[in-house]
C-alpha cells in the first residue's frame, strides 16, 4: 500500500493511510512477540539440558551466591556427585524425574534417598534463580521428602570395649586415633584437618579449623589425649605448625576414609564393632551417663541442635534400670 505524495514547503511530505498504520503497528507487534518467544525458547532449551548448569551451581556453592552461604568442600562434593548420577538417567529436573529417580532407590537406603533429594533440592533452587525452572517445583516436591520407615541403626562403644580397641591398637598413631576420637567426640572429617598449629598443648585445647558448616570450635584435651598425643611425636619427623596430625603410611595426610579404614582394621583385631561415628556417639554416651550437661555436649560435639546430640545419646536399658535402683 503506497503512501500519497503531499506538498510541505520547498519539500514534499508522503501521507499514510490509517490502514497503513494498523499494519505497520500489526508487523511491530509480531516482531516483539517473536523475540519473547525467542527468548523463552532459548531458556526451554537450556532448561532441557541442566546437566549443562552443573558447573555454574558449584561455582555459585562455592561462592555464597546461590542464599549467601558458602558450603563446605564436602557438602559440594556430594551434592555435584549426586546430581551427576541423576542426570546420567535423566536430561532434566522435575517433580516427576525427581518422583522417578527416588522409587528406583530401595525404601530401606535412606540415606542414599535423602542425600539425592537434598542434592537436587539444592539444585533446583538455583535453577529457579536461574529462572530455568518455575518456583512451585519447591512445593510441589515437598511430598517427597524421604522419611525413615525403619529406625536409624546406632552403634556405639561401652567401656570395655573402648579398652579392647586401645589394646589392639599397634601403633602410637592407632592409640591417639582410637584416644582423640573417643575423648573429644570428633568427626573423621575434622580429624583428618588437624594440624599441629591446631594444638596448644599446654593449654589442653584443640581447635577444630574445618568441622560442619565451616564452623570452628575448640574442645578441651583430657590427660588421656595429651598423653597419646606426646607419645605419638616421639615417632613423627616432621612436628611443624603446618604438618597435619594423622599420615598415611605414604606419609601423606589422612582422609576420612583412610581413619575408617584404619579403625575399622583396629576393631576386627580387638572383636567389637567400632568406626568414627560409633566414636563419636560413645563420647556422648559415656559423659553424659557421667551427668555431663548436654549443652556441653553438644558444644563439643558441633552440633546446631542439642536434640542431635541427645539422639546421640544410646545409654543401654540395663544402666537405666541399675542406675534407678539407686535414686530416692
Known amino acids: 500500500m503506497s503512501a500519497i505524495p503531499k506538498p510541505y514547503g520547498d519539500s514534499t511530505t508522503y501521507q499514510i493511510s ?5 499494519l505497520l503497528a500489526a508487523q511491530q507487534n509480531q516482531l516483539t512477540s517473536f523475540r519473547v518467544t525467542y527468548k523463552n525458547k532459548g531458556r526451554l532449551e537450556q532448561s532441557k539440558c541442566h546437566k549443562g548448569l552443573i558447573s555454574k551451581w558449584i561455582q555459585a556453592l562455592e561462592t555464597g551466591v546461590l542464599n549467601g552461604k558458602v558450603f563446605s568442600p564436602r557438602t559440594i562434593e556430594t551434592y555435584k556427585l549426586y546430581a551427576e548420577k541423576f542426570f546420567g538417567s535423566h536430561t532434566m529436573l522435575s517433580l516427576h524425574s525427581l518422583k522417578a529417580e527416588l522409587v528406583s532407590i530401595p525404601a530401606e537406603h535412606f540415606a542414599k534417598r535423602e542425600k539425592i533429594f537434598k542434592a537436587l533440592l539444592c539444585f533446583g533452587k538455583y535453577l529457579i534463580q536461574e529462572q530455568t525452572l518455575p518456583e512451585s517445583f519447591l512445593e510441589e516436591v515437598k511430598p517427597l521428602t524421604p522419611k525413615r520407615h525403619l529406625p536409624p541403626k546406632k552403634a556405639t562403644v561401652d567401656n570395655d570395649a573402648l579398652q579392647k580397641l586401645l589394646e589392639a591398637c599397634e601403633s602410637p598413631l ?4 582410637i584416644t582423640l576420637l573417643a575423648h573429644t567426640g570428633l568427626r573423621a572429617s575434622e580429624a ?11 593449654k589442653a585445647v584443640l581447635t ?4 560442619k558448616g565451616g564452623k570452628t570450635r575448640k574442645v578441651g584435651l583430657a590427660g588421656s589425649v595429651i598423653d597419646a598425643i606426646q607419645t605419638y611425636m616421639q615417632t613423627r619427623v616432621d612436628v611443624g605448625p603446618s604438618a597435619h596430625l594423622f599420615l598415611n603410611r605414604v606419609g601423606k595426610p589422612m582422609d576420612r576414609h583412610g ?8 576393631a576386627r583385631d580387638a572383636g567389637v564393632t567400632a568406626y568414627p561415628h560409633a566414636l563419636r556417639r560413645a563420647f556422648v554416651t559415656l559423659n553424659a551417663n557421667k551427668g555431663r550437661s548436654l549443652v556441653m555436649l553438644q558444644m563439643a560435639c558441633g552440633h546446631s541442635d542439642i536434640a542431635t546430640t541427645r539422639s546421640y545419646c544410646l545409654t543401654a536399658e540395663q544402666e537405666v534400670i541399675e542406675a ?5
Not at 592407632?174 to 586415633?177: A, C, E, G, N, R
Open 324 to 328: 534407678m535402683k539407686e535414686w530416692k
Open 259 to 266: 581413619i575408617h579404614q584404619r579403625i575399622q582394621r583396629i
Open 192 to 202: 583428618c584437618q588437624v594440624r599441629f598449629s591446631d594444638i596448644e598443648l599446654e
Open 18 to 22: 490509517p490502514l497503513a498504520v494498523e
Open 208 to 211: 577444630v579449623q574445618c568441622g
Open 174 to 177: 592407632d592409640t591417639l586415633l
